[in-house]
């Protein structure tokens, strides 16, 4: 028995050591790449000063109107992830994506990622540069902070228009992350073996290699850290806060749906009782994930400009 003791305590030794060594090497390969990365990420739009740090804005395209992109949650680089879509509504429209606090090229904050916060910030760089009356458009969580927003701004904003987008009262948004196990993660660098190993998705045809090239750089940057993972410890309560919450019933609305969710079948009524509670609401069902503006860019930027002709031939 005793001999069985002391080899079983020499290989568990041993496997600690292993184990040990392997995560000081992640560690230490992550803290030297993120350095040897952060000079080969190539800069695009403007940074924008908000409660004394930096967010990033870019503002492309020319028209009548102007629309305001706003990424869903964890988003690496929102100007790099809307760039399909963006792209083609820029032909004949005025586009400004706002990378919050945290994602792609912005600061991080110390702020608490409330929905109240994340609102005012956002709201803070339009006044910045002066844009002043919009269409509001988001993906994913977007859908519950553009609602605050709408409610706030109502003089400035013209129209909602979600990707996707998430909904008050939508199922199995109380869970609690383990953003603390999370963190250590990331120091530990393993959120870079796991990218490694999985990749970054962005596989689809509307994505260069250099395109994909900077979103992995970025993701490195970005992903889990303080200011993502307060987000992600909020999201519980930013959606228990918005669970009765509604749109202006006067704010014209339209949502681009997953047709077919199967993890949740009442994605697509969820949306369409959404799209209820105001005078001008439509939903439009589209083939494909969560990230439609990936793969139906063009069919979401023509279904807009069909919406905003039937809008604006009944206004006469």
Request: net charge negative; no cysteine.
């Amino acid at each position: 028995m005793k001999k069985f003791a002391k080899r079983a305590v020499f290989v568990v030794s041993g496997i600690a050591a292993v184990v040990a060594v392997g995560l000081a090497t992640t560690t230490i390969v992550n803290v030297v790449a993120s350095g040897t990365e952060a000079d080969q990420i190539e800069a695009y739009g403007q940074p924008v000063q908000v409660d004394g740090r930096d967010m990033n804005v870019l503002v492309t395209g020319d028209g009548p109107e102007t629309i305001v992109l706003l990424p869903g949650y964890g988003t690496a680089s929102p100007v790099l992830d809307f760039a399909p879509l963006v792209d083609d509504l820029a032909q004949d429209h005025r586009v400004v994506v706002v990378e919050p606090f945290g994602y792609g090229l912005s600061d991080g904050t110390d702020r608490p990622r409330t929905t109240e916060n994340i609102v005012t910030e956002v709201h803070a760089a339009l006044q910045e540069l002066d844009i002043n009356r919009y269409i509001l458009a988001g993906h994913s969580i977007a859908g519950i902070y553009g609602i605050e927003y709408a409610h706030r701004y109502r003089e400035e904003v013209s129209a909602f228009v979600g990707i996707d987008t998430s909904v008050p009262g939508q199922p199995n948004m109380d869970i609690v992350f383990p953003t603390g196990l999370f963190a250590v993660v990331k120091n530990l660098g393993l959120i870079r073996v796991v990218k490694a190993i999985d990749g970054i998705g962005y596989d689809e045809p509307a994505y260069s290699d250099e395109a994909r090239e900077q979103i992995r750089l970025i993701s490195n940057r970005t992903a889990l850290t303080p200011t993502i993972l307060d987000e992600m410890d909020h999201i519980r309560t930013n959606f228990a806060d918005a669970k009765d919450a509604r749109f202006p019933a006067d704010l014209p609305l339209l949502l681009f749906v997953e047709a077919d969710n199967a993890g949740n079948p009442d994605w697509l009524p969820l949306h369409e009782r959404q799209a209820a509670t105001v005078s001008d609401g439509t939903v439009i069902a589209v083939d494909g994930e969560h990230y439609l503006h990936h793969t139906r860019a063009p069919e979401i930027a023509d279904g807009f400009r069909a919406w905003e002709q039937t809008r604006r031939t009944a206004n006469g």
